[in-house]
């Protein structure tokens, strides 16, 4: 087993894969930055909930997914912008809308993580986690 060099990645492809295979919660392995990302998920209506378990050994993050009355999945396109082999970062004055307001990035900024919106408001730019519409 090789060790994990990207984190953010996994848990964006987990929540992809499950809402492919129409799951309705998925288990991630939790940290700081991931349960900052799932709140923010939540907050701007992309995911029902999430809940943090702790077993004995790690903390496991449990994301509860969104679909629409057609099971369609309230996510529909995620993808990791900035990562390990190539930091991505943006300046406030730069910051537009994504998808025409529809979508989001999430930032990691001097004032935590959050959303372009928020950035925007906060006149703060960041590296650009990732994209979500």
């Excluded at 060099?5 to 288990?27: E, S």
């Excluded at 496991?60 to 995620?78: G, T």
């Excluded at 998808?99 to 989001?104: D, F, L, R, S, V």
Aim: charged share 25%; net charge positive; proline share 4%.
């Amino acid at each position: 087993m090789s060790a994990m060099t990207d984190p953010i990645a996994d848990m964006l492809t987990r929540l992809r894969n499950a809402m492919k295979a129409g799951h309705l919660i998925v288990d991630v392995p939790s940290s700081k930055m991931k349960v900052s990302i799932a709140k923010i998920l939540k907050d701007e209506g992309f995911i029902k909930n999430f809940k943090l378990n702790d077993d004995n050994r790690q903390k496991i993050l449990r994301i509860y997914l969104k679909y629409s009355e057609v099971n369609q999945p309230a996510i529909l396109d995620m993808r990791r912008i900035s990562k390990p082999g190539r930091r991505v970062y943006i300046k406030a004055e730069n910051l537009a809308p994504v998808y025409n307001n529809i979508g989001i990035w999430i930032l990691s900024t001097s004032k935590g993580i959050i959303t372009n919106k928020t950035a925007k408001k906060l006149n703060v730019g960041g590296e650009v986690i990732c994209e979500i519409s």
